[in-house]
């Protein structure tokens, strides 16, 4: 029963990253430089739970697999420390650090294979395998993209939380009087922002998703129609303008 659980989890995680994948690719596949298309969560969420259930339950069953051997090594650490055995801590370490790759990996793959099995709707090994290829293929500008979406991620989680506790702050201090009863605002403060990060974290993370699935069909869209970007907001497309204008001057 508690595989189960961690098992039934991560396919919740997994399941609500591919509704964020197959909207953002439904949206990119019904727009063009004239008009804005649409995407629909109702959609999203019946392939999610119908047609490529068992894709998603597939990936959840690799990222168990991880969890699980996370949890044996754990194990075998803490015996290993009792022992005090020098050869056994260096051994274990070592299989600590393989695993946390194959962990790190294996996210990156369902992640990938999420993202296109929402444009191809095929299954999950030929999905992750194309996905991995436009990856390579398309390496320069995933990784710059996905940094950029980081980043932006990163900086919109502190300043809400900065602004969260600084709104704490402020209230406590200049609006209600019963807080100078309390002794430190430090308390009220620590638990504003931890909740906070928390909520926004859980917002924001579906950003990245959103990214990673444009990225893939902006790779397809250049594949099918030979180096010529089809599909695409309007504003997509006249920021993709931009960007290869600067391209030409700089060539130039």
Known sequence: MFVGIIWM???????????????ASQYYFSSNKHRNGTSSICKASWLASMTHMGSIAFGSFLHLICIWLQMVCNLLDRMAHEAENAVTKCIICLFMCWIRCIEAWIEHLNSLAYAMIA??????????????????????RFMIAKSLASGFIFLGIIGVVAGNVGTCWALMNYTFPESQHVSSIKG??????FATFVTASLFLATFNDAVTATLLCFAVDVELNNGVVKFGSVSYHEKLETIFESQQQVKK
């Open 119 to 140: 444009i191809s709707g095929d299954s999950y090994c030929k999905s992750a395998w194309n996905g991995c290829m436009l990856n390579l293929k398309h390496c320069a």
């Open 9 to 23: 989890l991560s396919f919740v995680v997994g399941k609500v990253q591919f509704i964020v994948m197959s909207c």
């Open 188 to 193: 009220p403060l620590a638990v504003v922002g």
